[in-house]
């Protein structure tokens, strides 16, 4: 049984009672409509399938009219034209308007079933159609929610993993805690302050918002390669370490004892009588000399640069010697103690120095073991280079300005900045705000650092955003 709706539109009276009563006959939902006006109402009130429409309807809309009217209500409605005035121009224009089917009256009623089964195939397989396309697009819909999320996870997994990289590094050396995400905070606001800029030479560079996300990510990881340093290296505060300082102390304070003891005994010798004090001012100057070298040691000791006076007094260290329980007499400082304290400038050997400076190849090495693709590929050369100098005086590659990735010159300025105000490294106090920026600007006047975008960092107070997160001690002095 069909359930389409069908209607007949005819001014015959007996003509369409005839329609209908024939085709309800044969199990079709059938209503009849005298004008195109009547037929109008209806279909304002329900869907039908199919209208039959005589052409000619006296003192009314034409079924020309009508089916045009219909399509504007109800485009699903497939249209039949039933016409006596039968012409080739009629025929036509009632394609155009989207008939379906046009028959000529009169008409055999088999010949109207066969274009009413015709129609109502095509109107059928329409319908299908528009289910099957509704079908694939909430299933396209559905696998596009799928791949988003699938997205956004990723997006989240990777996140997570960087942030837990950033621990992994603060974990390591929690002296520099927090400078990763300080540097990515101010590298991301340089670059949208580039982005702001017009005129001079950052003004063609625009950052997308991919990019800034990849800047974000490579400045988080630019000191990953932290982790296989040493760690005595990487919190080394003076050039001795403890244990060692303290193992050159005792022995010079041995060396203070076995000297007053072997001068007693030599006295004992040659039979002086011991006098009180005459002992001690031995003893008072033996500690006077003590005092003085283990001061000079101290001196020598501190990660500052080495004071010409200290520099020439260290000859007086390299002869000193104790008796060792099991080698005898044996030298106070070993020759590599004498190395770390003859270190110019700072608490590292060159060696030393070498391997703080490998944390860069560390970071590309450990980045290129991530199959980065898209928006993120260009993260491990801009993390690569953030110790290059634009004059090659850099490290490890000593590339220049024209090698060096716009995003790495940014961070450059940036991780600067963050070391200087930073209050808590081991081998340096903190360096006052006004300070840092007149360091930077000296850095760039050297060459190292790039001048434009360091007066983007001061004209755009970027360098103002990690203030609160410092430490007092770096606040405006
Ligand atoms: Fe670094
Ligand atoms: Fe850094």
Not at 69 to 81: A, F, G, P, Q, Y
Not at 143 to 156: C, F, H, M, P, S
Not at 289 to 318: F, H, S, W, Y
């Amino acid at each position: 049984m069909d359930t389409h709706n069908i209607l007949i539109v005819d001014d015959e009276s007996d003509f369409r009672t005839l329609l209908v009563e024939a085709l309800e006959s044969m199990g079709y939902l059938c209503e009849g409509a005298e004008t195109a006006e009547a037929a109008l109402e209806l279909v304002d009130r329900k869907h039908f399938a199919i209208i039959f429409t005589d052409l000619n309807m006296p003192g009314g809309m034409s079924g020309l009219d009508l089916m045009k009217r219909v399509k504007e209500r109800d485009e699903k409605t497939l249209c039949i034209l039933m016409t006596g005035y039968a012409s080739l121009e009629t025929a036509l224009q009632a394609m155009k308007l989207g008939a379906y089917d046009y028959i000529q009256k009169p008409f055999k009623l088999a010949e109207l079933e066969a274009s009413l089964v015709r129609t109502l195939n095509y109107y059928k397989a329409l319908r299908d159609n528009e289910r099957y396309q509704a079908e694939l697009e909430a299933r396209v819909q559905e696998r596009t929610r799928e791949v988003v999320k699938l997205k956004d996870d990723i997006e989240n997994l990777f996140e997570g993993f960087v942030h837990a990289s950033v621990f992994a590094i603060e974990a390591r050396d929690p002296s520099t805690k927090g400078h990763s995400k300080r540097v990515a905070k101010l590298t991301v606001a340089l670059a949208e302050a580039v982005n702001a800029t017009e005129g001079g030479a950052y003004g063609p560079v625009r950052f997308t918002l991919d990019q800034l996300k990849e800047l974000e990510y490579a400045s988080l990881l630019h000191d990953f390669g932290k982790v296989g340093v040493r760690e005595q290296v990487l919190t080394k505060a003076r050039k001795l370490e403890p244990e060692r300082l303290e193992r050159i102390l005792q022995r010079l304070h041995q060396r203070d004892l076995e000297g007053v003891a072997a001068r007693i005994l030599e006295a004992w010798r040659r039979g002086e009588p011991f006098e009180e004090g005459a002992f001690d001012v031995l003893m008072a100057s033996r500690k006077e000399e003590t005092r003085r070298l283990m001061d000079l040691i101290l001196r020598c000791n501190e990660p500052k640069v080495l004071p010409q006076e200290v520099k020439e007094a260290m000859g007086d260290l390299e002869d000193l010697a104790f008796t060792h329980f099991q080698s005898g007499r044996a030298r106070i400082l070993e020759p590599e103690d004498i190395a770390a304290l003859r270190i110019p400038k700072g608490s590292l050997s060159e060696d030393e120095r070498r391997e703080i400076n490998s944390h860069v190849t560390k970071t590309w090495q450990f980045l290129q073991q991530i199959p980065w693709t898209g928006p993120l590929a260009d993260l491990p050369e801009i993390a690569y280079t953030h110790h290059e100098r634009l004059n090659g005086m850099g490290y490890p590659r000593g590339l220049k300005a024209p090698q060096i990735p716009v995003q790495a010159k940014l961070m450059a300025i940036c991780d600067v900045y963050d070391a200087l105000v930073a209050a808590d490294r081991p081998y340096k106090a903190a360096v006052t705000i006004p300070k840092s920026l007149e360091i930077l600007e000296a850095e760039t006047q050297a060459g190292l650092l790039d001048a434009d975008a360091l007066r983007i960092f001061l004209d755009g107070g970027v360098y103002l955003l990690t203030k609160d997160e410092l430490k007092p001690e770096a606040e405006y002095r």
